[in-house]
């Protein structure tokens, strides 16, 4: 089993940066790729970015690329995403999601069912 806890959410203006930490403890050797996805009032949970094991390489949801960086401190097994230029449709609860899975297609990782574990979640409301 794999446990994550994200932390770093909270309340900022449209423009403003967050950063989002999710620390993973347990078998992390197990599900070596992690992620972030988000949910909005009243949508489904969506895809945002992902950081993928053995290779180190990142993905992103189109909505967020250049915007948003996914980076990842293995000695610690944390994973973080830099927030910038935030805008109010990012407003969500953002999650953290870890998998032992493989694809060579990084959209692959968009799915939702494809991941192992999740995160109970931290909020992030933009709004002026």
């Known amino acids: 089993q794999v446990q994550l806890v994200e932390s770093g959410g909270g309340l900022v203006q449209p423009g403003d940066s967050l950063r989002l930490s999710c620390a993973a403890s347990?078998?992390?050797?197990?599900?070596?790729?992690m992620g972030w996805f988000r949910q909005a009032p009243g949508k489904e949970r969506e895809f945002v970015a992902v950081?993928?094991?053995?290779?180190?390489?990142?993905y992103y949801a189109d909505s967020v690329k250049g915007r948003f960086t996914i980076s990842r401190d293995s000695a610690k097994n944390m994973v973080f995403l830099q927030m910038n230029s935030l805008k109010s449709q990012d407003t969500a609860v953002y999650y953290c999601a870890a998998t032992g899975k493989y694809s060579s297609a990084c959209s692959y990782y968009a799915q939702l069912s494809i991941w192992d574990y999740w995160g109970q979640g931290t909020q992030v409301t933009v709004s002026s």
């Open positions: 950081f993928r094991g053995g290779s180190s390489s990142t």
């Open positions: 347990g078998r992390t050797f197990s599900a070596p790729t």
